[in-house]
């Protein structure tokens, strides 16, 4: 019987990361967790650490914690993120540095750790978590839209200088999705942004976290390994294009 593959998810006290804690784990992993809050439910991890994704010490921390240089990784799910709107004139420097932070710099942070004991290893798959907007723009989010796109990129280069150890590299973009990162959008008064993003994508619906962990896992498993370096939409379609006439006729 081979070992089971450890998995080390971020985020992973919520939303689509504690999705993926769950999938991964009736999946047969050994999950490991990190997250700035505890989880509701920590008995899917074999291991569980509080940190902040953006601090370097707290990240070495978390990989001697999961004895990851003895025991190797073979996955990293990276989920941990924030979310903030405003265009440049309305935010202030110090909400861009946050936010490229915690989106973006955390993703160099985390993949940087880990890769050495990849490469050990024989190898590993990294996924990180970009967004519609990574791909293309949108109004009154430059700070989130910027650091998504960077995550992106960040991906494709981890993708192409770690080829050659086995690693694979990917970036999962998922659309609106429900989780406690949207769900300000269920408050009164916020119904009609909540329909007008809706029907911005083409499936008229918002996706699960359940629906972007199962692409997660896929590009997690060895039934991607010739899959790197690419940014994958889990949108409802909404990135394929635009739709000019939405009633379509005929
Ligand atoms: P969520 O708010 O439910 O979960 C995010 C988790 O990240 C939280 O548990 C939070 O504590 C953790 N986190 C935040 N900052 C952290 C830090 N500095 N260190 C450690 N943990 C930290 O959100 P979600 O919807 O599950 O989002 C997961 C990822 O998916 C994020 O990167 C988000 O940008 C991305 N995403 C979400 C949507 C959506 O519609 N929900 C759409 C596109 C992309």
């Known amino acids: 019987m081979s070992t089971p593959n450890r ?9 689509i990361g504690n999705a993926c804690v769950r999938l991964f784990n009736d999946q047969g992993y050994i999950v490991l ?3 700035l809050n505890s989880p509701d439910d920590d008995s899917l991890f074999a291991g569980f650490e509080q940190g902040d994704v953006t601090d370097g010490p707290a990240i070495d921390h978390v990989i001697n914690a999961f004895e990851i240089p003895t025991k190797g990784l073979d996955a990293l799910v990276h989920c941990a993120g ?28 985390i993949t940087r750790a880990v890769i050495p004991h990849m490469q050990l290893n024989g190898g590993g798959s990294i996924v990180t ?4 907007f990574s791909m293309i723009a949108r109004d009154s989010m430059i700070g989130y839209a910027v650091s998504k796109a960077g995550v992106a990129h960040l991906t494709r280069c981890l993708a192409i200088d770690y080829a050659k150890d086995n ?8 659309g609106l999705i429900d989780t406690p990162m949207t769900s300000h959008l269920n ?4 119904e009609d942004v909540r329909q007008t993003l809706i029907n911005a994508h083409p499936m008229k619906r918002p996706g699960t976290a359940e629906e972007v962990a199962n692409a997660i896992a896929f590009l997690s498993s060895d039934a991607a390994s010739y899959i790197t370096g690419q940014v994958i939409g889990v949108d409802g379609g909404f990135t394929a294009g635009k739709q000019v006439v939405p009633e379509a006729r005929h």
């Open 33 to 35: 967790g990190m997250d």
């Open 167 to 174: 690693i694979r590299a990917n970036c999962v973009c998922p």
């Open 7 to 15: 998995v080390l998810i971020t985020g992973a006290a919520s939303g």
């Open 82 to 109: 924030m979310t903030g709107h405003g265009s440049a004139t309305e935010i202030d420097p110090a909400f861009w540095s946050k936010i490229l932070n915690v989106n973006l710099t955390s993703t160099f942070l």
């Open 129 to 132: 978590i970009g967004s519609t």
């Open 187 to 190: 408050a009164p008064g916020h």
